[in-house]
């Protein structure tokens, strides 16, 4: 088992950023690729971004390319998101996951999931 609890999340303003960190207790942290997905109002949740096991390759949407920054401590357990330029349409519940080895797009792939952080973006 490995438990996630999201954090960092909040009231923001346009062109604003937020860090959301993932606390990973639980089994072997390295061993698990780490992704975030987030989910909007009525919409399907969707892949934001996602590190390997180790940290050597990331994946983004295209949608936050350039702006976010995913990024893991494995000292600490913990990855981050680094959210900049923030935009009205990347508000939503952000959710944590994790996959042994390899990074996944689809969140059915997903192993653990934490229970999610909102991030509300106003203009």
């Known amino acids: 088992q490995v438990q996630l609890v999201e954090s960092g999340g909040g009231l923001v303003q346009v062109g604003g950023s937020l860090r959301l960190s993932c606390a990973a207790s639980?089994?072997?942290?390295?061993?698990?690729?780490m992704q975030w997905f987030r989910q909007a109002p009525g919409k399907e949740r969707e892949f934001v971004a996602g590190i390997s096991s180790i940290g050597g390759t990331t994946h983004y949407a295209d949608a936050v390319k350039g702006r976010f920054t995913i990024s893991r401590d494995n000292t600490k357990n913990t990855p981050y998101l680094q959210m900049n330029n923030l935009k009205p349409e990347d508000t939503a519940v952000y959710s944590c996951a994790a996959r042994e080895y390899s990074i996944r797009l689809d969140p059915r792939a997903m192993n653990y999931w934490g229970k999610g952080t909102l991030v509300t973006v106003s203009s």
């Open positions: 639980g089994r072997t942290f390295n061993n698990y690729a």
